[in-house]
């Protein structure tokens, strides 16, 4: 593990050249796998995170079906190299958690409704993390589940914001995450406001906060532009083939 | 002529009437799937570009038998949902214990669904003339919102690929598609079939279509388009 | 935070009574149920305290070992945070692993002690790179009436009030030391019921609701931790009112302690 650099952000410039309010380059492609219903791929920073959807298909075990609607479980799994020290394989409690809030964050746009008793199974491999490993993945898995054909309200977008040094940051790298004051995830429906995920670790002032929100509801606006080109891109690809 | 593409969540328009793939919320239509917007002059609807066969009464689906139990087959119906058909919704009169002389396990079958019940318990029955255990031939599996392309404005793909190759198909709206003839006639269908879910959205699909079937009747490369 | 079906009837009777400015037991929609806190009753626990908010009972066990830190932070203590949802508790909790209710519980209680700096980590050395304070704190719910995150935190933060650490029985001091606490982080949760906000949701006003968010403030107001839990939304210009009326309730549990 390296060491915290001296200053994390030199004259309002951050260690990999942005601004506080901006956001790393970010590359989504939809529709990348084989056999998933949906999928999606993402390059952010350093992040390379993929999404796939299987169903609606049958709930199991059969005592998890909802006679209303279709129940949706979420895997967040980080690959063992994704990171400097090995992960050990499998759920450990943070992706326990994530998963479910991230679960929570997609659910206000789904209608369950119209698939009762059948479940919407959706997997989020974090193949490579530099911070944001799960606002990247809630932004994939929601494209991904438009490619799936999954009837949704809207797509959620997720980025992430915080402190370093003493100044709200949107979108951290790894050292800002890591050596930073404070980390907030944060999921939209952007069209509408609405806040789907908020999480806060680390310690800010009221002040901050609201700056903080207001940052991260500009990086889900950019963020959902790329989404939906890329949807728009997968069908164009489909049509100049 | 460029179709138009939405995501979820796309504004389609005030006043106009909501049709399939389409929600409304405080009087404006909203699309609730990712596909292609169809305008009539008064309702608007979104085609999906993808996604799983939602039974509906009176569709017409190939199924395969999964189970069966002391009173009816189950149904794998390439859905979410399994198809139930119940002795009582079978044509003649069998005892039970002749059940799996009627339909083995592993068969498929063309059956029309008779009715959804909530929560989506879907009952088969055998009431249509085209119903039948398939018995020859061989059944593909395509994405079930691919099925419209495959049939063509009024029956036109379909009815060019009947022609051109001379082969028996029918479609089941869960987007498996029985296949009938000879082995080679199958293998140029399956092809062809297989070749419109792929370029589903393709300009002149049926110009290509066409051209596909006569190169490889001509006996041109396996892999030519 | 559980998964038991409300009838309806139960339903729409909570949403009417909050519709017409009303709550079950007559609350406020910013008022808490009678909290109480009872410290140091786990005399083999370094630290301990029972927290009741209704009739949600929770009880938190604070344990102090030695052992090495982790590589990444060689001269910091370590601090441990977990939470049973015990099946005496409530009848949907189960035997066995936390389940991700737990995970969350127990991550979200951690996360706001951890964010506020209460405990300094660096003063938890005995040896860097070998030698550390390991403090586990163990949350045992034992009656389950909702708002469990709240009762959770303030029997944690008053448990660690009434630590002390064991220098004696570990042979690294002459002398007991009571463990130095720099601030009080305080979570408060409410939860959003028909598009009203009310905070200290009990029981069936939780399983009534599909969202809570649980604030973390810290004595100068402060945040040390935010988590929106269920499967709703919440309105962008809702959330710092929300804030504030956190960090206002507050202020008044942090006196309980």
């Known amino acids: 593990m390296q060491n915290r650099p001296e200053k994390l952000i030199n004259d309002g410039i951050r ?40 169903g609606p298909r049958e709930a199991h075990p059969r005592h998890l079906q ?104 949107l979108d951290l790298i790894r050292e800002e995450d890591n050596y930073g004051e404070a980390d907030m995830p944060v999921a939209m429906i952007t069209e509408t406001g609405d806040i789907t995920l908020l999480q806060m670790d680390g310690r800010i002032t009221g002040e901050e906060f609201i700056k903080a929100l207001n940052f991260a509801k500009k990086g889900c606006e950019s963020v959902y532009k790329l989404q939906r080109r890329s949807l728009i891109e997968k069908y164009e690809k489909s049509c100049s083939d | 002529m460029r179709e138009e593409v939405v995501i979820p969540g796309c504004f389609l328009g005030e006043s106009v009437t909501a049709g399939e793939g389409t929600f409304v919320e405080e009087n404006r239509v909203y699309s609730m799937v990712y596909g292609l917007v169809k305008r009539d002059k008064k309702e608007v609807e979104v085609i999906p570009l993808s996604g799983k066969y939602l039974p509906k009464a009176g569709d017409l689906v190939i199924g395969k038998v999964i189970e069966s139990t002391f009173s009816m087959w189950i149904m794998d119906i390439n859905s979410p949902y399994e198809g139930l058909l119940r002795l009582s919704n079978y044509p003649k009169r069998i005892e039970k214990e002749d059940m799996q002389k ?19 318990r879907i009952n088969l029955a055998m009431d249509d003339r085209k119903c039948a255990v398939i018995r020859e031939g061989v059944v593909i599996e395509i ?37 009938s003839g000879s082995d080679e006639k199958i293998e140029l269908a399956a092809e062809t079939i297989l070749k419109i879910e792929r370029e589903a959205h393709a300009n002149r699909l049926a110009d290509r279509i066409d051209r596909f079937i006569r190169e490889r009747k001509k006996g041109k490369g396996k892999n030519a388009k | 935070m559980s998964e038991d079906i409300l009838s309806e009837v139960r339903r729409d009777y909570i949403y009417r009574l909050i519709k017409n400015g009303d709550r079950i037991g007559g609350r406020k929609a910013d008022e808490y149920r009678d909290v109480s806190v009872e410290k140091g009753i786990i005399v083999r626990a370094e630290g301990s305290a029972r927290v009741k908010i209704g009739n949600t009972d929770v009880l938190a066990g604070i344990k102090a070992q030695i052992g090495e830190p982790f590589l990444d932070t060689p001269d910091k203590g370590v601090i441990i945070t977990n939470a049973e ?10 035997a066995g692993p936390p389940d991700e209710n737990g995970v969350e519980l127990a991550r979200v209680v951690d ?68 463990l130095l606490i720099k601030d009080t982080p305080i979570a408060t949760t409410c939860a959003d019921i028909g598009g009203e ?17 649980t604030v973390t403030t810290n004595a100068n107001g402060d945040i040390s931790g935010i988590q929106k839990r269920g499967t709703g939304k919440i309105p962008f210009e809702d959330i710092s009112q929300i804030v504030d009326s956190s960090r206002r309730l507050a202020g008044e549990l942090r006196k309980k302690l």
């Open chain 1, 15 to 54: 260690l990999d050249g942005r601004g506080p309010d901006e956001i790393r380059p970010i590359k989504i492609e939809a529709g990348v796998l084989n056999r998933a219903d949906g999928s999606c791929y993402i390059e952010w920073g350093g992040n390379k995170v993929l999404a796939a959807v299987y």
């Open chain 1, 66 to 169: 909802d006679s209303r609607k279709a129940i949706i479980k979420y895997r967040y799994n980080m690959a063992s190299f994704s990171v400097e020290d090995r992960k050990r394989p499998g759920p450990d409690r943070r992706s326990v958690e994530i998963s479910k809030v991230s679960r929570d964050a997609l659910a206000p746009v789904l209608m369950l409704e119209y698939f009762p008793r059948s479940s919407i199974d959706i997997f989020v491999e974090i193949l490579q993390a530099d911070a944001g490993t799960r606002t990247t993945g809630i932004t994939a898995a929601s494209v991904a589940l438009a490619d799936a054909g999954i009837p949704m309200k809207n797509l959620v977008s997720a980025i992430s914001v915080g402190k370093a040094d003493g100044e709200v940051i």
């Open chain 2, 102 to 120: 009627e339909m083995r396990v592993g068969e498929m079958v063309i059956t029309r669904i008779k009715e959804v019940e909530f929560p989506m």
């Open chain 2, 143 to 179: 994405t079930h919102t691919k099925i419209p392309r495959v049939i063509g404005k009024g029956g036109s793909m379909i009815n060019l690929i009947k022609k051109k190759i001379g082969c028996n198909i029918f479609i089941g709206q869960n987007g498996r598609i029985w296949l």
């Open chain 3, 85 to 94: 949802l015990v099946p005496l508790a409530s009848p949907s909790f189960e």
């Open chain 3, 111 to 178: 996360k706001g002690i951890r964010g506020s700096h209460a405990i300094e980590l660096e003063k938890l050395c005995l040896d860097a790179g070998s030698k550390v304070w390991i403090i586990f704190i163990d949350i045992h719910i034992l009656d389950h009436d909702g708002n469990l995150i709240d009762a959770s935190a303030l029997a944690s933060m008053a448990a660690l009030t009434n630590t002390t650490l064991p220098y004696i029985r570990y042979e690294v001091g002459e002398e007991d030391e009571a």
């Open chain 3, 197 to 213: 906000i009310v905070f200290d949701p009990c029981l069936d006003e939780e399983n009534a609701s599909n969202i809570e968010l």
